[in-house]
């Protein structure tokens, strides 16, 4: 009697427990209220991390699989897309149950975990990457966390500032990398990354407080998540019930998938193929990395403003078929630079996707709506790294070594047995974007779900689920991004 009595104390505890981490977003702990910026840092400090180990990673995936290195890293990278896919739907509805916080912290945690393994064991770095995955969703959550604290006019220039976080975080980190690789040794380098890792981790547990407030999450405290809400198939299965959802989830797939095979094998394709020292690699990140912070605050403020959400989205998917074009015919660096001035443009596209998916969101579904679009990017990101490597298999655009630094030992080797079109899947990937601009026309410009009864949006919810209070008043948003230039 006496041990049945401790059992159900000691589950009193446990459940008063639950419910304070779930009520506090893991802690009350955090600098200020929330913001972009939080936002911003989390990204920022992420990406840098894993940018210091671009030159590191090109050499050890090469080291670790020397035949067939495009087609090994693509089925890797393509593992990891999937888990995501699978993942991201029950990550998003579980953030708009409990909150952000929590998440942003897992998410970082299983994403970075792999950076100390690189030198402790490949194998088991690219087997923990490949595992990874499922947790590797940090931009859902990231943008759920956006969308708590801003405004829906706000949302396009907070999305974009995020976006070009990301791109700012690659401007300097290949080229330290690189450097540090070369004077100190690559250990280094790890070690280095890790350490950013960690303060990553530690500025989310102290800094960031929690962005959803307790009154936008279901009423009652563990309200159960529904298989229909994890289900990813489920969620595709339910875009074709709204024209619009549809429209722009197959925009998304189209536009996405040559972009997720693009950036997984791109730097190592410069190395390999056209003869890029580390140096150069890192400097084209940098340059590319700048422009896209300029085309995602300044420009792309300037075009929702002037044009409008989907002709900015039209434009983009423009920009990016162009670029994917050149990089497909382009057998000359010059062609490579050129390309990605014309790629950093096309950067625009994804930040004008997510402020329309924000458009048609309920209050309290932003998790559900950001989580169903990273779902379709989480496909294509294990779609199209398999899809590019496989291209470049059947093409034989390989390598049996990394050309020295300054030597052009096997480019002549290469441009033998190459095909009249030097970077077939690039050409691949203009085609699809070509067919995602279609689709892209028929988006209408000024969608109306979130606020509609029965909006597709709210069948994402769980039958379980319990009406939600209106949105806070726009006092309570981050008004910093409401009509200035970044």
């Not at 050890?60 to 495009?70: G, R």
């Not at 400097?283 to 300037?302: E, N």
Request: with cysteine; hydrophobic share 50%.
């Amino acid at each position: 009697m006496t041990q049945s009595k401790k059992k159900k104390r000691a589950n009193r505890s446990l459940l008063l427990a639950k419910k304070i981490i779930i009520k506090d977003g893991g802690t009350s702990q955090g600098f200020g209220a929330p913001s972009v910026y939080h936002a911003v840092i989390v990204i920022f400090l992420e990406f840098f991390a894993w940018g210091l180990l671009t030159a590191p990673t090109l050499v050890v995936l090469h080291e670790t699989f020397p035949k067939h290195t495009f087609l090994m890293n693509g089925l890797i990278q393509g593992v990891k897309g999937l888990l995501s896919f699978l993942s991201a739907p029950l990550i998003g509805a579980l953030s708009d149950v409990w909150g952000r916080k929590s998440f942003l912290l897992l998410t970082v945690f299983f994403t970075c975990a792999p950076i100390p393994l690189m030198k402790i064991s490949p194998w088991w770095y690219f087997a923990v990457i490949s595992v990874s995955g499922v947790f590797a969703v940090t931009f859902s959550v990231v943008f759920a966390y956006v969308a708590d604290i801003t405004q829906e006019h706000e949302r396009s220039m907070a999305y974009g500032l995020v976006s070009a976080t990301f791109a700012a975080s690659l401007v300097t980190s290949p080229a330290i990398g690189a450097y540090l690789g070369r004077v100190y040794g690559d250990s280094l380098v790890v070690v280095l990354a890790s350490a950013i890792a960690m303060l990553d981790i530690c500025f989310i547990l102290v800094a960031v407080p929690e962005s959803l407030p307790e009154k936008m999450r279901p009423a009652s405290w563990g309200a159960p998540i529904s298989w229909e809400q994890a289900d990813p198939f489920a969620s595709l299965r339910k875009v074709g019930q709204d024209s619009t959802v549809l429209l722009i989830c197959i925009t998304v797939f189209l536009s996405y998938l040559p972009e997720a095979g693009q950036y997984s094998s791109f730097f190592l394709y410069l190395r390999q193929i056209m003869d890029f020292s580390p140096e150069s690699v890192a400097a084209f990140i940098a340059v590319l990395g700048l422009l896209s912070i300029v085309a995602q605050t300044v420009v792309l403020s300037l075009l929702m403003r002037s044009i409008g959400n989907k002709n900015t989205i039209l434009l983009g998917l423009g920009f990016q078929i162009l670029q994917l074009a050149w990089y497909g015919f382009g057998s000359e660096p010059w062609m490579m630079w050129a390309a990605g001035a014309v790629a950093a443009m096309s950067s625009i596209t994804f930040p004008a996707v997510s402020a329309l998916v924000s458009r048609t969101a309920e209050p309290d579904q932003q998790g559900v709506g950001q989580g169903m679009v990273t779902g379709i990017r989480g496909l294509c990101n294990g779609l199209g790294p398999a899809l590019y490597g496989f291209i470049f298999y059947i093409f034989h655009v390989e390598l049996d070594e990394v050309p020295a630094e300054g030597l052009d030992t096997h480019h002549t080797h290469h441009h033998q047995e190459s095909s009249i079109i030097p970077g077939p899947p690039f050409l691949f990937g203009a085609c699809s974007v070509l067919l995602a601009l279609l689709v892209a026309l028929f988006i209408p410009e000024h969608p109306n779900l979130g606020v509609s009864r029965g909006g597709s949006w709210k069948k994402h919810t769980s039958p379980h689920s319990h009406p939600h209070p209106a949105q806070p008043p726009s006092e309570a948003k981050e008004p910093l991004l409401q009509d200035t230039n970044v």
